[in-house]
């Protein structure tokens, strides 16, 4: 059974950090690209950031490139979310995905089969 248990989420002001962490567990991690995703309320899920399975290869959306970096650690089943200079529009709920036996990374929500429960970042102005 795969598990992905997210932490790190909380309350910050806006410029501050906050990172992320995801750890998996029931397969071998290596074999999953990995991508967080965030919901705010009353919005449609939205990608965020993905990782390759090995981590040479990562992607964005636009509106955090320069200032979120997803890595990952393979020999600690973790993915992280580095998340810098926030923003009040980036207060959502942060879900950590994982897309099993994949070369491709994909930035769309059904391309990935497995998901954590979800951790609220809220970024007050």
């Known amino acids: 059974q795969v598990q992905l248990v997210e932490s790190g989420g909380g309350l910050v002001q806006a410029g501050g950090s906050l990172r992320l962490s995801c750890a998996v567990s029931?397969?071998?991690?290596?074999?999953?690209?990995m991508g967080w995703f965030r919901q705010a309320p009353g919005k449609e899920p939205e990608f965020v950031a993905a990782?390759?399975?090995?981590?040479?290869?990562?992607y964005y959306t636009d509106s955090v490139k320069g200032r979120f970096t997803i890595s990952r650690d393979n020999a600690k089943n973790t993915v992280w979310l580095q998340m810098n200079s926030l923003k009040p529009d980036d207060t959502a709920i942060y879900y950590c995905?994982?897309?099993?036996?994949?070369?491709?990374?994909?930035?769309?929500?059904?391309?990935?089969?497995?998901w954590g429960q979800g951790t609220q970042v809220t970024v007050s102005s």
């Open positions: 995905a994982a897309d099993y036996l994949t070369w491709e990374v994909t930035t769309s929500p059904g391309g990935y089969e497995y």
């Open positions: 029931g397969r071998t991690f290596s074999r999953f690209a």
């Open positions: 990782i390759s399975r090995n981590g040479g290869s990562t």
